[in-house]
C-alpha cells in the first residue's frame, strides 16, 4: 500500500539539479503524535517557499525607574546667576543706549532735566529717543514736557461725578482719611451733605475713628463702621440710598498680613471702586512694592498725595506709567477741601519744574527772637 501511494505522487521536475532538503527535526511533543504516513507530508512542505515566522524578541528586564532629585539649593544659586546675567547684560545695554543718546546735546539735556525730576531710567531713555536729532535747544525742554504728558495715564471721567462707593487704600501716612474728607466736602457742596456716607474700617487703630468722625461732624456728614467683610457687605446695602459712599480702609505696610483679609473684602463687594492713595514723597521701589502688593484689590485708579512733600515727584509719575494706572486726583496740602485737584496731565508736567525750584530754594532762617 505505501508503495502505491508513492507512486501516484508527480515526481519532482530536475530533481538532481535541485538540493538536498533535509526537514528540521520536529519538537518532541509533535514526535510523539503524528504518524509515519504524515511525514512525508511534513516534508513537502517544507519544500515550498513560505515566509519565515519572525524570530521572538529576547525578553529584557525591566529598566530601573528614573529618579529626579531635584537640589533644591542648585536650582535656586543656577537662578541667581541667571538673574545676575540678566542683570549685567541690562545695565551694560542701558549704558550703550545712554552714550548713544548723550551723542546728542538735546537728548542729553533732556535727559538731565528727567533725573531731576525724579523720572525713572528707563522711562527718561523713552522720552529722548522720541526728540528728533534735528530739534532746536530751545525747543527741548517743551518738548520733552509734551511727550512726557502723552504717556501719563489719567482716569478720563471724574469718579465723583459717578457717584456710587470709592474705597481708598494705601499704606500707612498716605493721606487716605484726609483725602477722603476732601472728596466728600466737595461732593456735599455739589449736591447734599445727606447724599454722602463715610464707612471706616479701621476700627483698631488708635485715632483713627476719631479722625474720620471728626471730619464727619465738620462736615454734617454721617460716619459708619464695619468690622469685617460680611458687615461691610450688609452696611452698603443699607447705604445703596446715598449717591456716594467713601470708605476709609485701614492703612497697612505691603508686608502687613492683614492686608490680604481687607482686600479681599473689597474684592468681594463687586459696586466698590478701589483707588490706591499713594504719597508722592516716597522712592520709586516702594512705591512700586505697595502698587504690586495693594494690585489684589483690582485698582482703578490712583491718587497722588503730598506732592507740596517733595520737589521730585517724577518717580510717582514713573510708576504710574509702568503700572498704568489712571491718576484720578492729586493733594498738595492739609487745607479741607482746597488741596484737592483733579489730575491734569498738562498741570501735572508744568508742576514738575515749579516744584523742583522750590524745592532747592534755600530756607529763610528765622530772624525773630525771643526777648528777654
Known amino acids: 500500500v505505501n508503495r502505491a501511494r508513492f507512486q501516484i505522487d508527480p515526481p519532482l521536475e530536475d530533481s538532481a539539479q535541485l538540493p538536498a532538503v533535509t526537514p528540521p527535526p520536529l519538537p518532541v511533543a509533535l514526535q510523539a503524535t503524528t504518524a509515519p504516513g504524515d511525514q512525508a507530508s511534513h516534508a513537502q512542505d517544507a519544500v515550498q517557499p513560505t515566509e519565515a ?33 540678566r542683570q549685567v547684560i541690562e545695565r551694560e545695554m542701558n549704558r ?59 482716569a478720563p471721567v471724574d469718579p465723583m461725578e459717578e457717584g456710587g462707593v470709592i474705597a481708598l487704600v494705601g499704606p500707612t501716612g498716605a493721606g487716605k482719611t484726609t483725602t477722603i474728607a476732601k472728596l466728600a466736602s466737595r461732593f456735599a457742596e455739589a449736591h ?6 463715610l464707612v471706616t474700617t479701621d476700627t483698631m487703630r488708635i485715632g483713627a475713628r476719631e479722625q474720620l468722625y471728626g471730619y464727619g461732624r465738620q462736615l454734617g456728614i454721617a460716619v459708619h463702621e464695619a468690622n469685617s467683610g460680611t458687615d461691610l457687605d450688609q452696611l452698603l446695602e443699607r447705604l445703596k440710598d446715598y ?6 480702609t485701614a492703612g497697612l505696610g505691603p508686608r502687613d498680613r492683614a492686608l490680604a483679609a481687607q482686600l479681599q473684602w473689597l474684592r468681594a463687594a463687586r459696586q466698590v471702586r478701589t483707588l490706591l492713595v499713594l504719597p508722592a514723597n516716597t522712592s520709586f521701589g516702594d512705591m512700586d512694592e505697595v502698587v504690586r502688593r495693594f494690585g489684589a484689590a483690582n485698582l482703578q485708579g490712583l491718587v497722588l498725595s503730598k506732592l507740596d512733600e517733595t520737589g521730585r ?59 528777654a
Not at 62 to 84: K, M, N, S, W, Y
Request: charged share 25%.
Open 243 to 248: 449717591k456716594l459712599v467713601l470708605i476709609d
Open 192 to 197: 447734599a451733605a445727606r447724599d454722602v456716607a
Open 53 to 85: 515566522a519572525p524570530a521572538p524578541m529576547p525578553t529584557l528586564a525591566p529598566a530601573p525607574a528614573l529618579t529626579l532629585v531635584a537640589d533644591d539649593a542648585e536650582i535656586r544659586h543656577l537662578r541667581q546667576e541667571v538673574a545676575g546675567m
Open 313 to 371: 515727584f517724577g518717580n510717582a509719575l514713573s510708576v504710574a506709567v509702568d503700572h498704568k494706572l489712571p491718576i484720578t486726583w492729586v493733594t498738595d496740602g492739609q487745607d479741607v477741601p482746597d488741596d484737592l485737584h483733579r489730575a491734569s496731565a498738562a498741570n501735572l508736567v508744568l508742576r514738575l519744574e515749579d516744584l523742583r525750584r522750590a524745592a532747592d530754594m534755600p530756607c529763610n532762617p528765622e530772624l525773630n527772637h525771643a526777648v
Open 96 to 154: 550703550f543706549t545712554d552714550e548713544r543718546l548723550r551723542g546728542s546735546p538735546v537728548r542729553a539735556t533732556a535727559l538731565d532735566l528727567m533725573d531731576e525730576y525724579g523720572f525713572d531710567a528707563g522711562i527718561a531713555r523713552d522720552v529722548a529717543m522720541q526728540i528728533p536729532l534735528e530739534t532746536e535747544a530751545h525747543r527741548g525742554r517743551g518738548l520733552m514736557l509734551g511727550l512726557i504728558s502723552r504717556k501719563l495715564p489719567i
